[in-house]
């Protein structure tokens, strides 16, 4: 029996942010066209053109940013392609056979226009690598400006009289700028990010600007400190606020064929999966000790883990990226995002890698069919840890195989606990002590199933999800191998 004790902590920088439940997604395979946009006129359910089925689940999971158009599409985006009535399809730059053209009829107001319908925050990345500071500034005015303007009136032509205010803005792509224009050269990045700056020298205040960080995947050791002394001028002037981070895990990326099939793997490729996430927390633990040295120890950039999660073997082009996920995905899912909460003072974006049909998406769809990936009920199970305190949990014991976070509403009369028992075949027993207070469970749900290879498909939807966990003994229970338990309470 492993007894945990529940401490809630009062601290200025413990609440868990609502962005760390974000999402991305760009004009690769099937995720915009028709995993997110099927047109007006279509049969399928939509509202303005936007897939009704993937609109009201990400309203379902409170979804707190998204980030467009890229990723790889950001570095060659240019924005004027994707607004008003001529729109015409242009060379897709990246193979990509599903969008042998890049289709423009999802833009710049279609994508907000999901962003408002949805309640997330927008993040639009621009094109630092094939792009320019101008046409940077030209899409800002467009997005932020009054329609007195030349931009904001061809937004007001277009529909949207009034500014969209977007407030976060990513400062390129990794991909292009580090491993295609300058391998290995900081600076370069670091004079592009600042001319991009200057071009909104006013506005620049009020806006919240992502600046590239690396994992440690890129291996290039260094080169975040160096764009950072460059950009602040060594501490003199105001860094990013925050970093960008992209960490793919599982065969295909990271991991290599230890982790094994996304659906055949085996028993040591269950665990070496799993078992990789420690380099989430090693990259975040990079970038922690990166700001404090180079941005200063007051700095208060935060990180924007805006590219994570699983990269099976079958995701290739020719496949379209897509990728089975099963419930080895969702155990993975619910152990990022327990790292995420875990660094909620420093995490402030997380972003899962795509939203539709693409790597660990959320939603699979196919026509008029969709259904809901194992990786968007863990998303579902654990969202209400979201603006609530991190709470301080005390194992009496260590056991590797079981994770558990608690957080606290601001008013803390309301309680969060999530578990994930990631071993394969024991079941964990455990005993609560909850923080003093008369605590009532108001409900607690389970995510598991009998065989881990379990996963969903059209026409089976439901295999992996979430399900009540009937227990009698709120303060000591049993959990099920392989699983993922949420509980909440109120006082
Ligand atoms: O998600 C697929 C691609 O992987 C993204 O475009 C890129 O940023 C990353 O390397």
């Known amino acids: 029996m492993m007894k945990i004790k529940i401490v809630a902590t009062k601290k200025g920088n413990n609440v868990i942010s609502r962005h760390i439940h974000s999402v991305f ?24 053109g936007l897939r009704k089925d993937v609109v009201e689940g990400c309203r379902e999971l409170g979804i707190g940013a998204m980030r467009w158009p890229g990723g790889c599409c950001a570095d060659h985006y240019h924005w004027k392609n994707g607004i008003g009535k001529e729109r015409p399809s242009r060379l897709h730059p990246i193979a990509d056979p599903a969008n042998p053209v890049w289709r423009h009829d999802f833009g710049t107001d279609e994508f907000l226009h999901f962003c408002e319908l949805t309640g997330a925050d927008p993040v639009l990345t621009v094109n630092t690598a094939t792009g320019s500071p101008e046409e940077f500034l030209d899409w800002y005015e467009y997005v932020n400006a009054p329609k007195e303007t030349k931009y904001g009136a061809m937004r007001a032509e ?10 976060y803005w990513g400062i390129g792509n990794t991909d292009e700028n580090v491993w295609h224009i300058d391998y290995n050269n900081p600076v370069a990045y670091a004079q592009t990010y600042l001319k991009y700056q200057t071009v909104l020298r006013e506005d620049r205040k009020h806006l919240y600007f992502i600046g590239l960080g690396l994992s440690m995947r890129h291996g290039l050791p260094g080169w975040t400190g160096k764009a950072l002394d460059h950009i602040t001028r060594s501490q003199r002037a105001l860094p990013p606020d925050a970093l960008s981070v992209h960490h793919y895990l599982g065969g295909a990326k990271q991991g290599g064929k230890l982790c094994g099939d996304a659906v055949d793997f085996d028993e040591d490729g269950y665990y070496s999966l799993l078992n990789l996430l420690e380099r989430y927390q090693y990259d975040i633990d990079l970038h922690r000790m990166t700001i404090r040295e180079h941005a200063g120890p007051n700095a208060k950039t935060k990180i924007c883990f805006d590219e994570w999660g699983t990269w099976h073997p079958e995701a290739t082009f020719a496949n379209n990226q897509n990728q089975r996920q099963t419930l080895r995905d969702a155990i993975f899912a619910a152990l990022a995002l327990h790292i995420f909460y875990r660094n909620c003072d420093i995490v402030e974006f997380a972003m899962e890698t795509q939203l539709c049909n693409l790597l660990q998406s959320l939603f699979e769809t196919s026509g008029e069919k969709c259904y809901r990936t194992p990786t968007y009920y863990a998303m579902k199970l654990l969202k209400d840890h979201l603006g609530q305190q991190l709470a301080s949990v005390l194992p009496d014991d260590v056991d590797d195989d079981l994770d558990a976070i608690a957080s606290v509403a601001e008013d803390s009369r309301c309680l969060t606990i999530s578990l994930v028992n990631k071993h394969l075949h024991d079941t964990k027993s455990i005993a609560l002590e909850l923080p003093s207070g008369d605590w009532k469970r108001m409900k607690s749900d389970i995510i598991t199933a009998d065989d881990i290879h379990s996963l969903n498909s059209f026409d089976m939807p439901e295999v992996v999800c979430d399900r009540p966990f009937e227990i009698a003994d709120i303060r000591q229970f049993d959990l099920p191998p392989h699983s993922i338990v949420r509980m909440m309470f109120e006082r």
Do not use: L, T
């Open 158 to 167: 277009n529909g949207h009289p009034e500014p969209y205010y977007v407030r």
């Open 25 to 48: 997604f760009e004009y690769f395979g099937h995720v915009i066209y028709d995993g997110i946009w099927v047109g007006k006129e279509s049969s399928i359910p939509n509202i303005d």
